[in-house]
């Protein structure tokens, strides 16, 4: 099955408004990374978040990262139609495994 | 700096034909991963290779293999081409086999078997 699960599976907003995107994992990670692709093209890593921290910050994103509830999420302030992508969480598995596990992605729109 | 090249970046090839695709990783980077990502679906994780040995195989028949190079860059074979194979192909490249090492990806080849 799937260690990462991106929620919701789709979201419109307005630009200008905030972007919440969660991701929920089953087993204990090392790091957990959030990846954009645009229409079917290659990935664009966005953040790195390592199992000891508990919030980065990347301009207008920001990721939290809640390992009792094995969840994290992804918030992009102030949209731009240019945001409008799928957004993937990756997780490593707790061993030297090193195959980050992908979960189905946040399509988001942003309307103009 | 140049980062993760894949080619060819359209790639159509008939139903039981061989197809192989190839991946240059960023420069300095040893480890390469593969993945597939079928249209609707998340992306499924294929191979892993690090310092030209293969260290992980994802729930895929033998029919899809790679290889890595001396100059860590790697290809990947499909043999016997099934419809179903029909895909993005996605590779990325890290620098090290590591607990907190970041994969950095391709433009993906897409792969349309007809």
């Known amino acids: 099955s799937q260690q990462g699960e991106e929620d919701p599976q789709a979201l419109s907003i307005q630009e200008g408004e905030n972007a919440t995107m969660n991701c929920s994992y089953k087993t204990s990670i090392n790091n957990l990374q959030w990846y954009r692709q645009n229409s079917g093209r290659g990935l664009v890593h966005l953040i790195l978040?390592?199992?000891?921290?508990r919030e980065k910050h990347s301009g207008r994103l920001r990721v939290t990262l809640d390992t009792s509830k094995k969840s994290s999420s992804l918030l992009i302030t102030a949209s731009r139609a240019a945001d409008t992508a799928s957004y993937f969480c990756a997780t490593d598995e707790d061993n030297y495994g090193q195959n980050f596990v992908f979960g189905p992605g946040t399509r988001l729109s942003v309307l103009p | 700096e140049a980062g993760v090249t894949q080619s060819p970046t359209h790639l159509i090839k008939t139903r039981g034909q061989q197809a192989t695709l190839r991946c240059s990783p960023i420069s300095g980077h040893t480890s390469v991963y593969w993945y597939q990502q079928a249209l609707g679906l998340g992306l499924q994780f294929l191979l892993w290779?690090?310092?030209?040995?293969?260290?992980n195989r994802g729930n895929f028949p033998p029919r899809f293999s790679g290889r890595q190079f001396p100059n860590y860059s790697s290809e990947l074979n499909v043999n016997a081409l099934e419809l179903e194979d029909s895909a993005l192909y996605l590779c990325?490249?890290?620098?090290?086999?590591?607990?907190?090492?970041?994969?950095?990806f391709g433009q993906g080849t897409r792969l349309t078997v007809v």
């Open positions: 290779y690090d310092e030209g040995e293969e260290r």
């Open positions: 978040i390592r199992s000891n921290e």
């Open positions: 990325a490249s890290s620098l090290e086999a590591g607990l907190y090492t970041e994969a950095f």
